[in-house]
């Protein structure tokens, strides 16, 4: 218990040290030119946003779904190794099975076409 308040007293004494450096140091005053995205003093010819492509977003999103899948795989080999092996083969297999028919419905359906 003791260590706690200890703990508790140098995070409260280092906040309240930080809280008044922070307010003895000098403010810094922004001008409307510093604080413009353009600070090269040239004004914007178009549109600082470009379009985004949707399809590209779709492609990213399939990549983390299976980038995430693949990582769940990796345990089974240590898992087939502690456990029953004969119990493990079979739940990798399905699974494998269900991202491999994944693929081949986003395969079908067009989703890994990049230009139309």
């Not at 922070?22 to 030119?33: F, G, K, T």
């Not at 010819?45 to 299976?66: E, G, K, Q």
Request: proline share 7%; charged share 10%.
């Amino acid at each position: 218990m003791t260590t706690i308040i200890f703990l508790f007293t140098i995070t409260i004494a280092v906040a309240i040290v930080l809280g008044l450096a922070a307010h003895a140091l000098p403010n810094r005053a922004s001008d409307s030119e510093k604080s413009s995205p353009y600070e090269c003093g040239f004004d914007p010819l178009n549109s600082a946003r470009l379009p985004f492509s949707f399809r590209f977003f779709l492609v990213a999103i399939l990549f983390l779904l299976f980038d995430l899948e693949i990582a769940l795989l990796f345990p089974l080999p240590a898992a087939s190794l502690i456990t029953n092996p004969s119990a493990s083969v079979p739940i990798s297999l399905i699974f494998m099975l269900i991202l491999t028919l994944g693929l081949i419905f986003e395969w079908v359906n067009g989703g890994l076409e990049w230009a139309e």
